[in-house]
């Protein structure tokens, strides 16, 4: 008997400690693909970007403690500590902002991968990570500085869903609280893990080996109350007007399954095929999971799932104007976590039937990715090149150095990525470049407002070079 439990104690040791070695080498694997992406936005060349001057331009002109205004600390209060260090410590540095945001998407994304292993097993969840770094549909997390705070606010959410899942409940609530401070579209997903995690609706199966707390009904409440008081002091404090937007159905789908892939306008055919044969595997997957086919690793599971995870993401998108790609991809933070999950239950669901197709299907998908990263992370790079080129450019003006510039007759768009435009960063982004706070500049979105408004003010006409293209009718 002695020998048997001595068998058993080894074979869990043994298991404990493939298990550790294969997490590492799964955390390895994700690190590398972060360090790879941020190495190439690194490479097309790493610039400030809107709100950069903004930031950068308050530390230079008012002091760090003013980097933030003090309406972001009483509505986003993780945000303004986020933006004070990161700019505070990083200065007017692209490369050391880049640095800092690569470690915090290292943080989101091992985090990432840590919770999936709790629900599914390594390779599953080494999939989504890894899919998850590789999809280009929430760049914006990725190199831009002035989005940080989605990042910080990512970590913690999921952090705190990864604690939740070890029966803990005290820095859950804090963790979950905070991300809402940072980022309100981590309101309905935090909710649904205070909700959900630890019952008998979400099984462990992968990482199980710990022993977990159940949670009472009133830690479940106390969660809540913390998400609930975060929530309704974000509300109540505003940065900007609260309304609602309301994205198409079909536009929403594409940002995680067609055009948003691609991180640019392609050709219909492309987009439109690649979203249909996602949609169509999907609604075979659901079929197939009402008849019974619900293993963890069969794939229906993890699409019904990584839709669900998309609903509950989409808070972003609802209240904030979003478009497929581009700045305010930061709004699919979340649900481009769904979005990889439903493709990965994609290929397992086809990997049952027929594998040849499968690995098809992934090689087809992770070439349009690689593809989208690249359009993207250099329209982010030529989008920071526009703004140096037009400060140069201003130079040249001949105008008095306190004259009040006006440059137009459109903002330069790179992919829905804009360098610089009024009402944000003009006028410290004309002083950094000058070492003074002399003259002032206003950027037109639209030709409409090129033209002088008050006495004294320069036209000062700018395309941003051969490559740009011009905006869309209507189109800010």
């Known amino acids: 008997m002695g020998r048997a439990v001595s068998t058993r104690v080894t074979d869990r040791m043994s298991g404990h400690a493939l298990r550790s070695l294969d997490g590492r080498r799964a955390l390895a694997a994700l690190v590398a693909l972060v360090a790879a992406r941020a190495l190439l936005y690194a490479a097309f060349g790493a610039g400030l970007v809107l709100d950069d001057?903004?930031?950068?331009?308050?530390?230079?002109?008012?002091?760090?403690?003013?980097?933030?205004?003090?309406?972001?600390?009483?509505?986003?209060?993780?945000?303004?500590?986020?933006?004070?260090?990161?700019?505070?410590?990083?200065?007017?540095?692209p490369l050391a902002l880049l640095f800092f945001?690569?470690?915090?998407?290292?943080?989101?994304?091992?985090?990432?991968?840590?919770?999936?292993?709790?629900y599914f097993m390594a390779t599953t969840a080494l999939m989504i990570a890894a899919a998850w770094v590789i999809v280009p549909n929430h760049n914006a997390m990725t190199v831009w500085a002035a989005n940080a705070q989605s990042v910080v606010a990512f970590v913690l959410l999921a952090g705190?869903?990864?604690?939740?899942?070890?029966?803990?409940?005290?820095?859950?609530?804090?963790?979950?609280?905070?991300?809402?401070?940072?980022?309100?579209?981590?309101?309905?997903?935090?909710?649904?893990?205070?909700?959900?995690?630890g019952t008998p609706l979400m099984p462990l199966v992968g990482d199980a080996s710990a022993p977990v707390r159940s949670l009472r009904l009133g830690q479940r409440a106390a969660i809540l109350g913390a998400i609930g008081l975060a929530s309704a002091w974000a509300a109540a404090h505003p940065n900007k007007p609260i309304q609602y937007?309301?994205?198409g159905f079909w536009d929403y789908v594409s940002a995680h399954f067609g055009e948003g892939l691609f991180a640019g306008p392609?050709?219909?055919?492309?987009?439109?095929?690649?979203?249909?044969i996602a949609v169509v595997l999907s609604v075979l997957a659901l079929v197939?999971?009402?008849?019974?086919?619900?293993?963890?690793?069969?794939?229906?599971?993890?699409?019904?799932?990584?839709?669900?995870?998309?609903?509950?993401?989409?808070?972003?998108?609802?209240?904030?104007?979003?478009?497929?790609f581009g700045m305010t991809d930061r709004n699919y933070a979340v649900s481009s976590v769904g979005g990889v999950m439903v493709w990965v239950g994609l290929f397992q669901f086809v990997a049952r039937r027929w594998r040849p197709a499968a690995f098809a299907l992934a090689a087809v998908w992770c070439v349009v990715c690689?593809?989208?990263?690249?359009?993207?992370?250099?329209?982010?790079?030529?989008?920071?090149?526009d703004v140096v080129a037009l400060l140069h450019h201003l130079d040249e003006v001949d105008a008095d150095p306190d004259a009040a510039l006006v440059v137009g007759p459109y903002a330069v768009r790179r992919n829905n990525v804009t360098g610089i435009v009024s009402p944000v960063a003009p006028d410290n982004a004309l002083w950094l470049h000058r070492g003074a706070q002399r003259g002032s500049l206003r950027i037109a979105k639209v030709p409409s407002e090129f033209v002088v408004l008050d006495p004294g003010e320069v036209l000062v006409e700018w395309t941003g070079g051969e490559n740009e293209v011009e905006p869309e009718p209507g189109r800010p």
Do not use: C, K
């Not at 005290?170 to 205070?194: D, S």
């Not at 392609?266 to 249909?276: E, I, K, Y």
């Not at 593809?371 to 993207?376: H, I, K, P, R, T």
């Open 160 to 197: 705190g869903a990864y604690l939740l899942s070890r029966g803990h409940w005290v820095v859950p609530a804090l963790a979950f609280a905070g991300a809402v401070l940072g980022y309100q579209l981590t309101i309905l997903p935090a909710a649904a893990g205070a909700v959900l995690i």
């Open 245 to 247: 937007f309301g994205p």
């Open 101 to 118: 945001v690569t470690l915090a998407n290292l943080a989101a994304v091992s985090t990432l991968y840590l919770l999936v292993r709790r």
């Open 53 to 93: 001057w903004t930031s950068v331009g308050n530390r230079e002109f008012l002091g760090i403690a003013e980097i933030s205004n003090h309406d972001m600390l009483l509505s986003r209060p993780l945000a303004w500590l986020v933006f004070t260090g990161l700019y505070g410590v990083s200065g007017p540095h």
């Open 266 to 276: 392609v050709a219909d055919p492309l987009h439109q095929a690649l979203q249909g």
């Open 370 to 385: 690689l593809f989208g990263q690249v359009v993207s992370l250099r329209s982010w790079s030529r989008a920071g090149d």
């Open 288 to 324: 197939a999971y009402a008849r019974g086919e619900r293993g963890r690793e069969d794939g229906p599971l993890l699409v019904l799932a990584g839709g669900l995870v998309m609903g509950l993401g989409s808070l972003g998108v609802l209240l904030n104007a979003a478009e497929l």
